[in-house]
């Protein structure tokens, strides 16, 4: 498997992150997982083979999904942790070239994330999946080398980000209109 399929590979999962994560979160946790897993392996093991690569991460994914399913707040909590520090760190990346400040901002995420999820559990499912989908979508684009500048595919993250979470604060309130409606009806 080449590099360009696997970069088009997180731009699927971003995508399908972004516009779902809440509605189908086993499903958003399990994707955490791997692109976590091939984030992580990516960067300290940058030679590594791009198939053992794409086995590993699909098999932390899976048992991530399985482990969602018996333990949900728990995991929700960390996933949420996870992906709002690795967005926090890439716009440090991205924006200040000050390598120190990375882990600085990966651990401040971290604790939003946390927070967030902890406290606001819908809306805080819906803010970090949706920001971790366009991060996702960026990153995956950037691996792909798609023919476009940085600053473009930085705006097209932001502009999934954004879709995802409006498209999913719809369906969370359609879906809680719903059940107020079939409790009252």
Same mark, same amino acid.
Not at 56 to 75: C, D, E
Not at 105 to 115: N, R
Not at 153 to 157: A, P
């Given at each position: 498997?080449?590099a !360009?399929?696997?970069?088009w590979?997180?731009? @699927?999962?971003?995508?399908?992150l *972004?516009?779902?994560? &809440?509605?189908?979160?086993?499903v =958003?946790v @399990?994707?955490t ?7 992580i392996? &990516?960067?300290?093991?940058p030679?590594?083979?791009p198939t053992v690569l794409l086995i ?16 949900? &707040?728990?995991?929700t909590a960390?996933?949420? =942790?996870?992906?709002? *520090? ?6 440090v990346?991205?924006?200040?070239d ?5 882990w600085v ?11 967030l ?5 819908d809306?805080g ?18 691996? *792909?080398?798609?023919?476009?500048t *940085?600053?473009t ?5 932001i @502009? ?12 969370? &309130?359609?879906?809680?209109a719903? =059940? !107020?409606t079939?409790?009252?009806?």
């Open positions: 498997m080449t !360009t399929t696997l970069g590979l997180l731009v @699927g999962g971003g995508v399908l *972004a516009l779902v994560g &809440r509605q189908l979160f086993w =958003a @399990g994707l997982g791997f692109l976590v897993t091939y984030s392996a &990516r960067a300290l093991l030679d590594l083979d590993v991460a699909i098999t932390i994914g899976v048992v991530g999904a399985i482990i969602t399913l018996v333990s949900l &707040r728990l995991v960390v996933a949420g =942790a996870l992906l709002l *520090a690795i967005v926090a760190r890439a716009l990346v991205l924006y200040v000050e390598s120190a400040l990375q901002a990966f651990a401040i995420g971290a604790v939003l994330g946390w927070f999820v902890r406290t606001l559990f809306i499912i819906i803010v970090t999946t949706a920001l971790g989908g366009g991060w996702y979508v960026a990153n995956g684009l950037e691996i *792909a080398d798609a023919d476009l *940085a600053a595919i930085g705006w097209i993250g @502009g999934v980000a954004i879709v995802g979470f409006v498209v999913q604060t719809w369906l969370w &309130r359609r879906s809680v719903e =059940a !107020t079939a409790a009252t009806g």
